[in-house]
């Protein structure tokens, strides 16, 4: 990828935290939507598509694929949730 | 304050709950508490471990108290969630709902509970004696 | 002892029942509390005043008791009323339930309230400003 | 009525405390049942006739108009119950 925009930082919990080995990771994307997020760590994690699902939240809300990532966004991996 | 939502690292108190939902314009309080359990799928748990995406998970909490007040005529909601790791016993959430009449009160409060495991960002983590699972992470 | 009922003449303890009913087999419990409320149909309310058939009240709260027992997996039952003047916001009866999983803890606690208000001989007298009541007596 | 039987005792609460004016009355009742004490109640005092109901209970539990009364038995009037 040579058109790629600045680094985007992604916070992780739970399962998704053990499958990449941190509680952060800075990535690029070609494209900078949610749809293109999850794919790009799906082929650099294989374990996530093990997952019962895998949502995004960005800025706290949940994002649907299409969203639009800005710089600055607070992005968030969001494994299957259990509390309660 | 309609709402009291809290994350706490600290043990959760049913009595603050309900003292803050109590509201003389009510009759009925209803209070749903989820306590860690020794067992899941006959397989003995040594403790659990809860970690949240904490200004999300406020956040969601929020809109389901919101939702909660849209559907029923509740005067007050506390819903407390712990993180960090529990033993056998100790309360993982308490949720607290007063209302005029009681009907609504369970109502409300199965409707918190119930949104609650489906969106808050809360994970837990059963810890066994010969090893670990996040809960509901796989089929 | 699975159940603890009490008609009580002190304030309620929501922490007793709640303390009594958690059970490490159990990872759910529904508390149901009623409350003083300080209007009945616009109507102000000063106070209430309740009394109870005591002794048979106890063997009452214990059929119901019995009853929810085999109706749902409960693990423990704390069934607390009550008696003598209550002011706005008091404690008037605490029903508090454990069971493996939420949903049978919703609707045994539900069970247990209306079974109550159904059959223990226990009566509520409603205190206004000019005058009282005993609820349910007429038509 | 001159076959009575003995006194029978009867506990009273709420609103049959008020309409007797006691909490406990003592009655002689030609025929020994909860049926007849009811009649001889509602005769006695017309206002039991307006309450919603106006169950019996023999030692603590719910009797029917045709259960006999022996003596020594704890009988209790049972106004609408409103616990709760």
Known sequence: MTNTSAPFKILLFGITKEIVGSST??????????GALKAKLRSLYPDLGTLNYLAVAVN?????????LRLGDEIALIPPVSGG | MLFDIQILETPLSVQDCTTFVTDESCGAIDVFIGTVRNQTK??????????????????EM??????????????????????????LKELAVVIAISTPHRQASFEACKFCIDQLKETVPIWKKEVFEDGEVWVAAHP
């Open chain 2, 62 to 87: 929020q809109k389901i108290a919101e939702a909660t007040s849209a559907k029923w005529p509740v005067a007050k909601i506390a819903m407390h969630h712990r993180v960090g790791k529990l033993k």
């Open chain 1, 60 to 68: 706290e809300n949940y994002a649907t694929d299409q969203q639009q």
């Open chain 2, 42 to 59: 006959g397989k003995k748990v040594e403790y659990l471990d809860f970690e949240a995406y904490k200004s999300m998970a406020i956040k």
């Open chain 1, 25 to 34: 990771i800075q990535l690029e994307l070609s494209e900078p939507t949610v």
